[in-house]
């Protein structure tokens, strides 16, 4: 099994965790001298090693190696419509073990919930928490960004430049499976709300929507889903 991998400071001479990494590291999972674990900035660059000291405030390493991943290529971004619940956020903790790099919540028109306000500050704050928490659990060296709250007309725009523009809808005619992944740009994929996305809107969009399957999947799942499917053909995944 891969090392654990976990956030903190990789700029200096000795990598270390602080605050709640470190925390987490030295009294959740345990972590002791010797142990080999991966510290991450979040942006794809790693450091490796054995720790060299523990406490509940910090964590360091002796570092050994380091790892610079490249940018994903083609990148993955997800327009998450919002949804009630803990909805949204296991939404955003399978998009993110998937591998996805960019999620954008969506307040679509037809979308129960509307965060608004401090309301909606906390729980874009909460898929934060959980994007960064799903990434440390799936080892990944990229934390995706969560982006804040956007409207429909953003939604538009972003497909019109997508290398590969993507509209999950049930009532769809052509199936995810005909699609042609790109070598290269966005691949943009549309997750509606429960309530489906309007006919107006779909319109609007000006772009084919296509069918994940034969079932009709929960707005928290369906993105995952689909992002799968399309990884699978991409060298990301090869």
Not at 130 to 150: C, N, S
């Amino acid at each position: 099994m891969s090392a654990p991998v976990f956030y903190g400071d990789i700029s200096g001479s000795v990598p270390r965790l602080t605050g709640d990494e470190a925390h987490h590291a030295a009294v959740v999972r345990r972590i002791t001298v010797g142990e080999r674990i991966v510290i991450s900035d979040g942006l794809g660059n790693a450091v490796c090693g054995p720790v060299a000291a523990v406490s509940r405030d910090q964590v360091t390493i002796a570092p050994e190696s380091t790892v610079v991943e490249p940018s994903p290529v083609p990148r993955l971004v997800v327009v998450q419509a919002l949804a009630k619940g803990d909805r949204g956020e296991l939404a955003v903790e399978l998009l993110t073990e998937v591998g996805v790099d960019v999620i954008l919540p969506w307040a679509a028109s037809r979308c129960v919930v509307q965060l608004r306000g401090e309301r909606g500050d906390k729980a874009i704050a909460r898929w934060r928490a959980t994007a960064r928490a799903a990434a440390k659990q799936a080892r990944r060296l990229r934390v995706p960004e969560v982006a804040d709250v956007i409207a429909t007309r953003d939604v538009t725009e972003l497909l019109a430049t997508a290398a590969l523009p993507v509209v999950l809808h049930e009532s769809a005619r052509v199936p995810l499976a005909d699609l042609v992944v790109p070598d290269a740009g966005d691949v943009v994929v549309v997750v509606g709300p429960e309530g489906g996305i309007t006919d107006e809107v779909l319109a609007a969009f000006g772009v084919p929507a296509v069918r994940l399957g034969p079932t009709v999947m929960r707005t928290s799942t369906a993105g995952a889903a689909a992002c799968a499917a399309l990884l699978a053909r991409t060298p990301r995944w090869a």
